[in-house]
């Protein structure tokens, strides 16, 4: 076992238990290498080190408490978002409903026009609140 | 092991589902972010930052992936993107890293592995914290961060000798 091959060993050997072969081929040369068992020994001491340094914290006692606020504003703020266009689609929704009232004998052409209509000013409303959404954005 | 959360999701039980899902998983999301930004304070914030980020999601889960592995793909990203806006924000300065540390205190022993560990790349970082976190489960670890095992293992070895050089260079006594 060359000295690349000895250090690659050593890096095994501390993420897992190494077959019984390699690990006296690895102990072969270390008996004879200085410079690999310096690496060796830096490795296995930053190995004890990390393991009593890098312990796991504790989520603060109030985490869920305030993630459950995060998300109930959130929740509040996406509704407001979506006010306008609740509105719009219901205020188109009420015209189309009255104009197939007033007119039912065009029942079709009312709702298709209708349909068309909303598809188009929901376009366009978009269109709007992204570019008003762009210049907000770059002021 | 997810299939209850799943059928949550797909049934639109979002909040029981989310419940489910901090109970099962709310600790390892925090892990990683811990490993990814080393500040408890920041990786609380992030954590939430990641469960708010899986409510909105919610709705548009197709169910191709298990929830676990869809929120430790989210996890993950949004660590990645949180670590490197942190780079912008605060830089270790290299002399910093530099200076020996002589005392045998485990206090500042501590603070010199964590400041060693901190100048690793972020994902190097991340596989050798969340290593130790994990009872050096090498498994848990390629879960977590959506890679395979091999590559755990492949980062895990270039953190430990880029660790050992800076102790070498250094002069460090661990």
């Known amino acids: 076992m060359n000295c690349e091959l000895t250090q690659e060993t050593i890096l095994d050997s501390l993420t897992g238990p190494l077959p019984e072969e390699r690990r006296i081929s690895m102990e072969s040369h270390l008996s004879t290498c200085e410079n690999c068992r310096q690496f060796a020994a830096i490795q296995r001491s930053l190995d004890a080190q990390l393991a009593g340094a890098l312990r796991p914290f504790d989520l603060s006692a109030g985490f869920r408490a305030s993630l459950r606020e995060r998300l109930r504003d959130d929740t509040s703020s996406r509704w407001r978002e979506s006010l306008p266009d609740i509105a719009h689609l219901a205020g188109a929704a009420g015209g189309t409903l009255l104009l197939l009232l007033a007119f039912p004998r065009y029942s079709t052409t009312v709702a298709l026009a209708g349909a068309a209509f909303t598809g188009a000013t929901y376009f366009l409303q978009a269109v709007i609140r992204d570019s008003l959404e762009e210049q907000g954005d770059i002021s | ?174």
């Not at chain 2, 592995?69 to 910093?96: F, G, H, M, Q």
Request: glycine fraction near 2%; hydrophobic fraction near 40%; charged fraction near 30%.
């Open chain 2, 1 to 174: 092991m997810d299939e209850d959360i799943q059928r949550l999701i797909e049934r639109s039980r979002y909040p029981e589902a989310l419940e489910q899902l901090l109970n099962r998983y709310e600790r390892k999301v925090f892990r990683m972010a811990l490993a990814f930004l080393r500040e408890p304070n920041r990786a609380e914030e992030v954590t939430q930052d990641i469960f708010v980020k899986i409510w909105r999601a919610m709705p548009d889960y197709d169910g191709r992936a298990s929830p676990g592995t869809w929120l430790y793909a989210i996890a993950r990203n949004t660590c990645l993107s949180a670590t490197r806006s942190e780079a912008y924000r605060k830089t270790v300065p290299l002399d910093a890293i530099a200076e020996p540390a002589a005392s045998t205190d485990t206090a500042s022993l501590k603070l010199e592995l964590e400041r060693l560990v901190g100048r690793l790349p972020p994902i190097q970082r991340a596989a050798i914290t969340l290593f130790y976190l994990e009872d050096k489960r090498v498994d848990e670890v390629a879960t977590l961060l959506q890679m395979p095992e091999g590559t755990v293992k492949s980062h895990l070895h270039r953190a430990r000798r880029s660790l050992g050089e800076m102790i070498r260079n250094n002069d460090h006594e661990l």
